[in-house]
């Protein structure tokens, strides 16, 4: 029997509305009554900033640890040192970066995900993105809906097809490759990646993507940039002033990977001035977003004002989807159980284990 904090994002009345809506504090993954049966301590909460948060002051004597990217549990090192029997970190989702992975290697803790949970959640969500920024969506629909106006016109002048056009994914994994899938029968000029590991000929072939491996020389020719590569020391910041100069004027960029792999002020003055047409995505720097975050803000120059033109930015849901919902819980629960019954867990779950990083994607060099 073992002690299990589990944080989630807090449901409210969609909770009650909507009973699907597994990954909030009032369905508890769907796990409680199997944590009950087998006679484990489960606390679940939304309560995780700051000493005398639930999950600061829960941690101290547990065994494991569910967090989801919606709403994460920030797991740093100084909790890690706090919470001496911590064994096991899953992450209700795909992305663990909220956990510190060289932490959890230095004390042998075992962060798993349920890889590919949300891939096409998310691949479907950047493809809309691209789409909405591209044909200026926001602003028809603000003309319409909240101004009762009709003015074609002022819409059509920042509206572009995207078949023409250069698309380039940072990232090639599970999720940027189901982007470049889903592109394809939009006709793009080219698309294109920039990723440390090849894809596999056969999918490169299947999708005509190219690799660029120079970041400066692949942001240059792309018309539109999509991350889709996980936060970690390689990625923390890499959109900053200088590399968004290298993207082109009146470009667009999608950011469904993780808020902090760009730097926050400088994408809204790239946004503000124009330099960039437009910037959506679902994440944010720290979640939840504080008020005043620039991104929920920032506007293009050339739209009316209000309008969140060239602004396609929304709270972190891409992947939790009620679609996604039942698949990430279905595999926290199994990892739990195979973690607990000593069974061979599914090795692409595997982040870090024994000391090592088990998964390739945070960071070159590392992992099988
Ligand atoms: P994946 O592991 O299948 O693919 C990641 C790819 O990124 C790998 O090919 C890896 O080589 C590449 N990569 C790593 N560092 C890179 C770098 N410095 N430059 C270029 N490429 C780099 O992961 P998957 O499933 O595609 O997910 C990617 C990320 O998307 C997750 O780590 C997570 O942060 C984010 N995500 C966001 C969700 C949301 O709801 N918004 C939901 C699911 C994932």
Request: glycine share 10%; hydrophobic share 35%.
């Amino acid at each position: 029997m073992v002690k299990v904090v589990c944080v989630l994002y807090k449901g409210g009345p969609a909770a009650q509305e909507e009973s699907r809506l597994l990954g909030t504090t009032e369905n508890k993954l769907g796990m409680e009554k199997y944590m009950k049966d087998n006679g484990h301590t489960f606390i679940v909460t939304d309560d995780k900033e700051g000493p005398n948060s639930v999950l600061h002051k829960e941690i101290v004597d547990a065994d494991v640890v569910i967090t989801t990217p919606f709403h994460p549990g920030y797991i740093n090192a100084e909790l890690i040192d706090k919470a001496p029997k911590l064994k096991l970190a899953i992450t209700a989702g795909v992305g663990s970066d909220h956990v510190d992975l060289n932490k959890a290697n230095e004390r042998k803790i075992t962060v798993a995900e349920v890889t590919g949970s949300n891939v096409v959640s998310v691949a479907e969500h950047v493809v809309m993105s691209i789409l909405l920024l591209v044909r200026n969506y926001n602003v028809g629909h603000a003309q319409v809906y909240r101004n009762k106006e009709w003015y074609v016109a002022d819409i059509a002048k920042n509206a572009f097809d995207l078949e023409g056009l250069t698309v380039g994914t940072i990232g090639a994994g599970r999720i940027g490759f189901r982007v470049l899938q889903r592109l394809k029968p939009f006709d793009c000029k080219e698309l294109l990646y920039f990723d440390y590991q090849n894809l596999p000929s056969d999918a490169e072939k299947e999708v005509g993507a190219r690799r660029v491996q120079d970041l400066d020389d692949f942001l240059s020719q792309c018309d539109v940039v999509t991350i889709n590569a996980p936060l970690h020391e390689g990625t923390k910041g890499l959109m900053n002033k200088e590399k968004l100069s290298k993207m082109r004027k009146g470009s667009w960029l999608v950011n469904t990977a993780r808020g902090a792999i760009c730097v926050a002020d400088d994408v809204a003055d790239a946004v503000n001035s124009g330099h960039l047409r437009g910037y959506a995505g679902d994440v944010w720097d720290k979640q939840p977003a504080r008020e005043d975050h620039p991104w929920r803000t920032m506007q293009g120059p050339g739209g009316p004002s209000g309008s969140s033109y060239g602004n396609g930015m929304v709270p972190h849901y891409s992947g939790t989807t009620i679609s996604a919902q039942k698949r990430y819980a279905e595999g926290a629960l199994e990892i739990f159980d195979n973690w607990i019954n000593g069974k061979i867990q599914t090795p692409a779950n595997i982040i870090v284990e024994n000391g090592e990083y088990a998964s390739k994607a945070y960071g070159q060099g590392r992992g099988k």
